[in-house]
């Protein structure tokens, strides 16, 4: 049994920081990717980031580019996503999730994705 486990959300005002962590734990896996998704109230659930393994590999969606970086942490099992310039238009649920597949590249395609977290509430106010 995996288990993802998010942190940092919070409530901050348009052209703030957040940094969201998440922390895999419960199996040992390793040379996986992993990805940070979110949704929103009444839309689907989008991709924002993935990172493979080793973290030279990065992937981010186009309307985050240059406002967010996502990087992995020296021991491999949590993610990290820095996002600054924030906008109302961020606010959603971010997910993150891995794919346990070895050496995968990192994927906007959420069907690649193995195991999800519980999310965390990302509020922007304008």
């Known amino acids: 049994q995996v288990q993802l486990v998010e942190s940092g959300g919070g409530l901050v005002q348009a052209g703030g920081s957040l940094r969201l962590s998440c922390a895999a734990s419960?199996?040992?896996?390793?040379?996986?990717?992993m990805g940070w998704f979110r949704q929103a109230p009444g839309k689907e659930r989008e991709f924002v980031a993935a990172i493979n393994w080793g973290g030279g590999n990065t992937y981010l969606a186009d309307s985050v580019k240059g406002r967010f970086t996502i990087s992995m942490g020296n021991a491999k099992n949590t993610v990290y996503l820095q996002m600054n310039s924030l906008q109302p238009a961020d606010s959603a649920l971010y997910y993150c999730a891995v794919v346990t597949r070895p050496y995968s590249d990192p994927t906007y395609d959420r069907t690649s994705y193995d195991y999800w977290g519980q999310g965390t509430q990302v509020t922007v106010s304008s």
């Open positions: 419960g199996r040992t896996f390793s040379r996986h990717a």
